[in-house]
């Protein structure tokens, strides 16, 4: 078998307002980047993406998935929800721009850092979103060296 | 710095991690927004913070911090220092309020994290 093109995915279920269980799915992702031996800054960005992408599912929408694509010379980072969308995206890539209800932000959360924490460890972000359906966020890193 | 020096400098209680006492963190980061500690805490980290939600030791997990220490007597309840015992990472509680803390601690020269914001 060629090793190069050898693909692992992962899937998880994340479901709305479960602060409880926010977190996990990028904990495991983040687990076996670090059993597969990656580099441990390709591990923290990757880790630190998908983290970001769960609790935007858990603090914003009502349920969707998060799953790592893993392959020898990327992963990739798919997050997708139901949910209300986002009708700027643009507005909402900057820092400070937070819709999270008080709550979320007394719990640590909810300054408005997560998207444009997620580009600066990515080496692509793209985003789809579609108001009163819900959004796709893949985030892209590259393994140099390879 | 290793956490025994952390521990002694800040007259901390270690609440788990005794055995980690002779590690290393780079850098310290006081913060009680886990979104800015994801965005601007690098390297082997000692986060500090007041929070002591289990969403302090995911954070601390996903950055891959050395330790955790709780400020102004803050404690966290059975379910998240049995978290950070899954996760293995070493909680430290100390009296002391943040700006004491961190002052002392960069006095004592534990630096801040080299990442500079953008
Ligand atoms: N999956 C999503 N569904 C709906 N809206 C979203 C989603 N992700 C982000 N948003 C919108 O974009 C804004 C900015 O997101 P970002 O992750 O940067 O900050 P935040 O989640 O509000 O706070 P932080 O990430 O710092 O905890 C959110 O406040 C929200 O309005
Ligand atoms: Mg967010």
């Known amino acids: ?146 | 710095m290793k956490l025994k020096e952390v521990q002694r400098i800040l007259e901390a209680e270690v609440l788990y991690g005794s055995e980690f006492l002779e590690e290393e963190v780079q850098a310290g980061f006081g913060c009680d927004l886990m979104s800015d500690v994801l965005a601007f805490a690098a390297g082997k980290v000692l986060l500090l913070t007041g929070l002591t939600n289990s969403h302090v030791i995911r954070t601390a997990e996903i950055i891959d911090a050395g330790a955790i220490v709780f400020v102004r007597g803050k404690r966290p309840d059975k379910t998240v220092v049995a978290a950070a015992r899954e996760k293995k990472i070493p909680l430290l509680c100390t009296h002391l309020l943040l700006y004491e803390s961190c002052g002392r601690l960069y006095r004592a020269g534990l630096p801040g994290p080299s990442r500079r914001r953008g």
């Open chain 1, 1 to 146: 078998m060629d090793r190069a093109k050898e693909e692992l995915v992962l899937n998880f279920q994340v479901q709305g307002r479960d602060f409880q269980g926010a977190g996990v799915a990028a904990s495991q992702i983040r687990r076996v980047l670090k059993q597969v031996g990656f580099d441990p800054q390709v591990v923290r960005r990757a880790g630190i993406a998908a983290y970001e992408a769960e609790m935007n599912i858990v603090i914003h929408a009502y349920r969707g998935t998060l799953s790592a694509r893993i392959t020898a010379q990327e992963i990739e980072i798919v997050a997708e929800d139901e949910g209300p969308g986002i009708a700027d995206i643009e507005l909402a890539m900057q820092e400070g721009y937070s819709t999270a209800p008080p709550e979320v932000r007394e719990m640590g959360f909810g300054a408005g850092m997560g998207l444009p924490n997620i580009k600066r460890c990515a080496d692509g972000l793209e985003i789809a979103s579609e108001v009163g359906r819900g959004t796709t966020l893949r985030a892209r890193i590259v393994i140099k060296g390879t």
